[in-house]
């Protein structure tokens, strides 16, 4: 059987739920990442210093935790892929705001609005997706959604090359932020071809509406709820300050400028692309708690080796926020 024979096996709701939540993340990724390729134009054009910089994205991440609550709930309540639709239709708009800010305050409301689209998308996606997905492809099928990710990230980058080809650099990056506008038009697709799933509709007829904030803090979903709150914190703070602040750190600090920063984190997009689709097709195979450790050590050996790297002038790479 070949590696990709589950994608051939899945039935015609899965592939469009399946694609529909790709495109979803995919085009979050693109509008959470067009802010850290910015902010060394922002910094210059409007004179923040890095902490200034720093809030806004760290408001932003602090958002997206609220908004994936948030989210949670409301997909128990009103569905899956209703909330889905509203949360991109909220992060494209914010987003599309953040292209119309006019001072530092402005921006980081709007950003900040834009981080409760973006976590809520994110926890709306992957429930659908898991719940939609039979158990013998789930691993692999959430896995290569989340390869999105990459996918998005890399239209960002392209994105940016585009218009800051187009105009001056600032104009340049309230374009950008307009380009972010675009996922709405995915709100069309999943109110025409995707459908809640049936365990969703199940419930919702066996229980109703009742499921409580509670219940995940109660025993016995105690432990697992702070066990998986503690290793996605780490994982995912330890991703997103280093991925925000890698472009910064690229052009000012190393002197790569646009072009080589561009072409660097080409490189690096590829890897992480490269990177969930081994993990996807992994999960099912070795587990999801073997792969959390597997992956886990890798990357800490890579952050050690990147750091550790002696340069023609005898320093070494090391990433710092300012």
Known sequence: MTSTGWFARMSPPERRTFWSCFWGWALDAMDVQIYSLVIPTI????DLSTREAGEIATATLLSSALGGWIAGALADRIGRVRTLQLTILWFSIFTLVCSLAQTFEQL??????????????????????GEVIRPEHRGRAVGTVQ?????????????????????EPEIAWRA??????A?????LVLRRFVAEPPVFEETRRRVGARARLREIV??????????TSLLTTGAQGGYYAIATWLPT?????????????????????????????????????????????VFAIGAAAIVVAYTSVELDDGSTWTLHAG
């Open 43 to 46: 910094i210059a054009t409007w």
């Open 108 to 129: 980081l409301v709007a950003r900040t609005l834009m981080g409760l689209g973006f976590g809520g998308e994110w926890t709306a996606g992957a429930v659908l997706i």
């Open 147 to 167: 390869s999105g990710w990459a996918v998005g990230w890399a239209l960002a980058l392209t994105a940016q090359v585009v218009t800051f080809q187009l105009f």
């Open 176 to 181: 950008l932020f307009a380009v972010g506008v």
């Open 183 to 187: 996922p709405a038009a995915l709100v």
């Open 218 to 227: 109660s025993r016995p979903l105690l432990r697992i709820t702070v066990l």
């Open 249 to 293: 750190y690229l052009e000012t600090e190393r002197g790569l400028g646009s072009l080589g920063t561009s072409a660097y984190l080409a490189v690096v997009i590829a890897g992480s692309f490269a990177g969930y689709l081994t993990g996807a097709h992994l999960a099912d195979r070795i587990g999801r708690r073997a792969l959390f450790f």
